[in-house]
């Protein structure tokens, strides 16, 4: 299995970046996947998940801001970030769990900043 997310950046407050991460070795369409971030000196955190069908949830922090989605075809996970502040500032990271094991990418630097 392999994940490789794309994307990241710097941005301005109040901007936008969109991150990708194309998905190997899985059948994409029937998992559930995941975007997480770790900002420098804190834990990894749970940004946004959807599942196999579509049903989406997100953090408190980013609801409203965030969108995440998927293309089932391309095999790939999207997360659309508007509004961006100088806390969503971190390394963003893809997953999934296949078998029971969890998979993670290499992760995308955001870095949001005047």
């Known amino acids: 299995v392999q994940l490789e997310e794309s994307g990241g950046g710097r941005v301005q407050p109040g901007g936008s970046l969109r991150l990708s991460c194309a998905a190997r070795?899985?059948?994409?369409?029937?998992?559930?996947m995941a975007w997480y971030r770790q900002a420098p000196g804190k834990q990894r955190e749970l940004v946004a998940t959807i599942t196999s069908g579509g049903t989406t949830n997100y953090a408190d922090s980013v609801k409203g801001r965030f969108t995440i989605s998927r293309d089932n075809a391309r095999r790939t996970l999207y997360l659309q970030m508007n509004s961006l502040k100088p806390e969503d500032t971190a390394d963003y990271y893809c997953?999934?769990?296949?078998?029971?094991?969890?998979?993670w990418g290499q992760g995308t630097q955001v870095t949001v900043s005047s």
């Open positions: 070795g899985i059948n994409f369409s029937i998992y559930t």
């Open positions: 997953h999934t769990e296949h078998r029971g094991n969890p998979y």
